[in-house]
């Protein structure tokens, strides 16, 4: 077996983005084929990197089982209000959403950020999971028409969307976008981040010794790196073998994961 390489300087986290800590989740539960932590319950089974051939939505796609797709971007700072991110955030999700390889109903937009605004905690999050647990377009505006705040944020989504669809969006397709539209903080860029905590425990149980979970991740910030700048399509089978001997794969159930020859 040969021992991975591991570049002190991915150690440190130097230089590293959030999206390469988001993307190095995904590639984990790619190379040990189990569901990522506090997620829901998906395992994924191939990832495309900077899929702008696929989808405007592009930093990451995700195929998982189920037959699900998550298309994943990243952006600092984002807020749900009159801002140029929202809008173009918005309009790529929408473009998305319409192209025919958005499947409405199964698949996920997942925008990930450091942080949002108390405002966008208390009344952005909350409209979404509104939409998402409403059983029609007419219950969720019902919902929205009693919180002021509430309509606020639905009106920042109306703009953007009747931007980039060039007209009004109707009801009950801006009721069903809203219910693919999420938003998740990551803290993976902070001092004593708990995310990336959360992630190294993930790992743990799969290292071989004497390698340490910190080393490890480094390895698959390095890895991702690579990959966006390669364009990258990576199934469990595709993966690199530095990878895949990394983990005692005997431990997921899925022994032929670490066997199996890589095609050429």
Not at 59 to 81: C, M, V, W
Not at 245 to 264: H, S
Request: aromatic share 12%; glycine share 6%; hydrophobic share 40%.
């Amino acid at each position: 077996m040969r021992t991975p390489v591991f570049n002190p300087v991915s150690t440190s986290g130097a230089g590293f983005q959030l999206e390469h800590y988001v993307q190095a989740s995904y590639v984990a539960s790619l190379v040990l084929q189990t569901p990522l932590p506090l997620r829901d319950g998906l395992v994924v089974e191939q990832l495309v990197f900077q899929g702008k051939h696929q989808a405007d939505t592009d930093d990451l796609i995700a195929h998982l089982t189920r037959g699900q797709k998550q298309f994943i971007q990243s952006k600092h700072g984002f807020e749900i209000n009159a801002n140029t991110t929202f809008f173009e955030v918005i309009e790529n999700c929408w473009n998305d959403y319409q192209n025919g390889f958005f499947k409405p109903g199964t698949d996920l937009f997942i925008i990930t950020t450091q942080a949002l605004t108390k405002a966008d905690a208390e009344d952005g999050l909350v409209l979404l999971e509104w939409a998402r647990f409403s059983h029609s377009a007419a219950d969720f505006r019902q919902k929205v028409s009693l919180n002021k705040k509430k309509q606020a944020k639905l009106r920042f989504f109306q703009r953007a969307l009747a931007k980039a669809n060039g007209g009004a969006v109707d009801q009950t397709t801006e009721w069903k976008f809203l219910k693919s539209f999420f938003i998740r903080t990551f803290d993976y860029l902070e001092s004593g981040s708990r995310d990336r905590e959360i992630l190294k425990w993930y790992l743990q149980p799969f290292i071989k010794t004497p390698a340490t979970a910190e080393q490890v991740l480094a390895v698959l910030l390095d890895y991702v790196a690579a990959c966006n700048q390669h364009g990258a399509t990576v199934t469990a089978h595709s993966l690199p073998a530095n990878i895949r001997e990394m983990f005692d794969l005997k431990k997921n159930g899925k022994p032929w994961l670490g066997t199996e020859r890589v095609p050429a």
